[in-house]
């Protein structure tokens, strides 16, 4: 095995303090409440934990990327317009 070293060409480590900043998003984050959708599909009537739903959850994805961009500019929009606690 070769060692590997840290030359000044390379970029800045990935340490969970820094890749906060580096994630943008551009969907909202996954469900993670029971309460967040209901467990049966609003588009073909079948549950959402079926092997049937998955074509229309792929449906849902292109139909909601425009509401989904809106979502994520106001989100971004909002955190922009937020004021910072801590100056640095």
């Known amino acids: ?3 590997q ?3 000044s ?3 800045e ?3 969970p303090a ?3 900043r580096t994630i943008d998003r551009i969907r909202p984050a996954m469900a993670s409440k029971r309460l967040d959708l209901p467990s ?3 588009i073909c009537g079948f549950a959402r934990s079926t092997r049937r ?3 229309c959850s792929k449906l849902r994805q292109q139909r ?3 509401e989904w961009a809106a979502l994520m500019a106001e989100k971004a929009a909002a955190r922009a317009a937020r004021e910072k606690r801590y100056a640095r």
């Open 1 to 3: 095995m070769q060692a």
């Open 9 to 11: 060409s390379e970029a």
């Open 18 to 20: 820094n890749l906060k």
């Open 53 to 55: 739903h998955q074509s």
């Open 5 to 7: 070293t840290n030359s």
């Open 40 to 42: 049966i599909c609003d």
């Open 64 to 66: 909601k990327t425009e």
């Open 13 to 15: 480590a990935i340490t």
